[in-house]
């Protein structure tokens, strides 16, 4: 299995630790994540502001890709949706792909192009792609001890009609089968499908800080010992801001925020210190302790 | 502080009228012109701008067109060298709060700048109650009279015969009117000159422009003996003088009543005080719904029938009544194209997805409102976080700057190396448009 590693903006500054534990956990499971120089920002946040510059910073990013004859692997969910977006355009509307080969300087039928790339998101390379029991083959120390919240996001699954029926966006499970997998106990608790907030982050501090308050809450309140997250944005928002939300309402969670690659790399006997766990901002030292 | 501006030609003016304010206590500027004025407008928000009407270059009237354009809350006050009706009416029109005749001494400049502010602090307190659901203040204008917009009316009591006085508004901007200097009967007044002082607080002179042209015939001798009907009966006990006019439908034509009036308060409503209570039927765009379903991702718009399922899933509506998808749809339908584009509201859209996913007519908000954003932008409207991103990716192809110390970190930490640079963004901004679009809007 080999696909191109599409890192996106965030990933790579603000969430070192969910990239070191992606490389590690992908090593281990055999799959080779591949570098490309061509890749640049998604072109999500261009979206809100000019929807032609977004298809084309999408655009140059799959044909990046297509360039090399990869499929791509991305580590965070509003990349995810971007790529996956744009990708189904240009397969599907002549009209667009031709002007956007314009745009960039290319011919259409050189490389057949983005008709042939797959873009999914990590999560789910390793639940449809690798398998949940090719997983559990590799898994050597189960984390039954432990109990964990997952959250979703929101752009791993929606929206829906550009995902082809993956998972079910109102009532997922992918995520929380890859969890038990490690032999975690995933639960349940108030509110999973609420949003982390991190796009009203540069627009409203306030409204973002909100929303992962009530998040925050509701995982505390179900007893997790932590969260298990698969986008950098939520990470920017549970783990990066968690202070910050503690401060602005008058409590404390004291929750670690794990990436899922983090936890699943625990499970397949990797050391935490190769799993990026000194860069979590909230430590996660009484999980660690937990489990042994 | 208040921050005022003064924009005249003569340099001698712009040296008394700066010497006044300060003294007053407020932090001024001036403008030799209408230009250099647009300038420091740029740069800084200026609270009342007080404008010569004739100026080289662009006109005192066109640079209140454009003060008003860009920022319906900064007052501006016109410098006339001559009064006449018609420059009071059309500049109020176009939202001046007031005007001042050369030569003016420096106690009308302060009480008429500084009845401008108190205004603004008056229509603050307002807003605030509205917030709150407290009954704010109310402003009376009896529909059978004839208005200089928030200065004064006339009650046509004859043919040729008219009561005039001052209207709520200007009351409740002067405070307490301590006394009055009436004309006496036989004066003959000029509409759009001064016929009349008031005195407030503080000694504070209050210029009173005449409304209509004629002779006083009579004078509201009550006032001397007790000013306070001013305020508590501005238009009953509280009226002026009584004036015999011979032009009185020339004068008459020049002034605001009914629904004339009536536009002119909800243009104030909406525009200069963004209530959400009116809709001005004569200021929707019925083509706006279209131009939203022409913009990728818009196309759905009109099948929306307003179930708000998508405003009941919101998670930010949870927190902040401001942003209500089905209000922004209903306002986008029926046509009000500009409080759109203008409000802050469409901004707070967290791309979650939630209200796409349920909405049973499969409308995509979350597209449409990126529709709407869309359309904000190449209007001039976007949000300085998003010009703000645009620039990092123009000059980093990413919203993180990656150098080489970040590199020499990665590798500390066993990650790869990653390009650092500019990227391909910014070539492709100028590709795809995008750079020109926000040049015009610094612009």
């Known amino acids: 299995m080999k696909y191109a590693l599409f890192l996106g903006c965030t990933a ?42 977004f298809l084309l910073m999408a655009a140059r990013n799959l044909y990046a890709a297509e360039d090399v004859g990869l499929n791509i692997c991305v580590l965070c969910s509003a990349c995810t949706g971007t790529l996956t977006e744009v990708n189904r355009e240009l397969a599907s509307n002549d009209k667009i792909r031709q002007r956007v080969l314009s745009k960039l300087g290319k011919q259409d039928g050189e490389y057949g192009f983005a008709q042939n790339i797959k873009v999914k998101h990590l999560i789910r390379i390793l639940h449809e792609d690798l398998g949940l029991q090719k ?18 996001g929101c752009h791993y699954l929606k929206p829906s009609d550009i995902y082809d029926n993956y998972d079910d966006p109102e009532n997922p499970h992918s995520l929380d089968e890859l969890i038990e997998v490690t032999g975690a106990r995933s639960i349940n608790y108030e509110e999973r499908e609420r949003c982390c907030g991190a796009g009203v982050l540069a627009i409203d501090e306030d409204i973002a800080l909100s929303m992962a308050q009530k998040k925050l809450e509701n995982v505390k309140a179900s007893g997790a010992d932590a969260i298990i997250l698969m986008c950098p944005f ?27 690659p983090q936890l699943l790399g625990l499970a397949l006997g990797i050391d935490q210190k190769q799993l990026g766990f000194n860069l979590n901002k909230v430590k996660a030292y009484s999980l660690l302790e937990k489990i042994g | 502080m208040a921050r005022i501006l003064v924009v005249d030609d003569e340099p001698i003016v712009l040296d008394g009228c700066e010497a006044t304010l300060t003294k007053t206590g407020y932090d001024v500027d001036t403008a030799l012109s209408a230009e250099e004025a647009l300038m420091r407008i740029k740069t800084g928000r200026y609270n009342v701008i007080v404008t010569d009407l004739k100026l080289p270059g662009l006109s005192g009237m066109q640079l209140l067109k454009t003060v008003k354009d860009k920022d319906p809350e900064t007052d501006t006050i016109m410098i006339t060298g001559y009064a006449t009706v018609q420059t009071a009416v059309e500049a109020m029109r ?73 209207d709520d508004v200007f009351q409740k901007t002067i405070g307490i009117v301590t006394d009055i200097e009436l004309p006496s009967a036989g004066t003959i007044i000029e509409q759009g000159n001064a016929y009349a002082e008031l005195y407030g607080i503080a000694g504070r002179l209050y210029k009173l422009w005449a409304p209509v042209s004629g002779q006083v015939v009579a004078v509201n001798e009550k006032l001397k003996k007790d000013s306070s009907l001013l305020n508590n009966e501005p238009y009953g006990e509280g009226w002026i003088a009584r004036v015999e006019s011979t032009e009185l439908d020339k004068d008459i034509a020049n002034l605001l009543s009914g629904d004339a009036m009536i536009q002119w308060w909800l243009r104030r409503e909406i525009v ?48 902040d009544t401001r942003y209500n998808p089905r209000k922004i749809i209903r306002m986008a339908i029926l046509g009000m194209r500009e409080r759109v584009l203008k409000s802050d509201f469409i901004w707070l859209c967290s791309t979650c997805y939630a209200c796409t996913e349920r909405c049973p007519q499969d409308v995509k908000f979350t597209n449409i409102i990126n529709a709407i954003k869309n359309i904000a932008v190449k209007e001039g409207y976007i949000h300085h976080a998003f010009t703000a991103q645009v620039d990092l990716l123009a000059k980093h192809g990413r919203l993180y700057e990656i150098d080489e110390f970040d590199n020499r970190r990665r590798e500390k930490i066993g990650l790869p190396e990653l390009w650092t640079g500019k990227g391909s963004a910014e070539k492709i901004f100028k590709t795809s448009g995008l750079v020109d679009i926000l040049k015009r809007e610094a612009e």
């Open chain 1, 135 to 152: 997983i559990s083959s590799k898994i050597r120390r189960k984390l039954s001890n432990l109990t964990v919240a997952a959250h979703y």
């Open chain 2, 272 to 319: 200069e005080r963004k209530t959400d209570r009116y809709v001005q039927v004569s200021a929707l765009d019925p083509d706006f719904k279209h131009e939203i379903a022409k913009e990728p991702g818009g196309e759905n718009i009109k099948v929306c029938f307003g179930c708000g399922i998508c405003t009941a899933t919101c998670p930010i509506r949870e927190i």
């Open chain 1, 234 to 260: 939520c990470g920017a928002m549970y783990d990066e801001n968690q202070k910050r939300v503690e401060t602005k309402f008058q409590t404390n969670f004291d929750l670690p925020v794990l990436y899922y």
């Open chain 2, 94 to 166: 176009l939202g001046a709060f007031d005007y001042i005749s050369k030569p003016f001494t420096p106690d009308e400049l302060r009480s008429i700048v500084g009845r401008a502010i108190e205004r603004r602090r008056l229509l603050g307190e307002e807003r605030l109650k509205a917030t709150k659901n407290r009954v704010a203040f109310e402003y009376n204008m009896p529909a059978d009279l004839y208005y200089l917009p928030e200065h004064s009316w006339v009650r046509r009591m004859t043919e040729n015969t008219v009561d005039i006085g001052i």
């Open chain 1, 12 to 53: 790579p500054t603000k969430a070192r630790n969910y990239e070191i534990s992606t490389r590690k956990v992908a090593e281990t499971l055999g799959i080779e994540l591949i570098d490309l120089t061509g890749f640049e920002c998604c072109g999500f946040p261009l979206k809100s502001v000019h929807y032609e510059s």
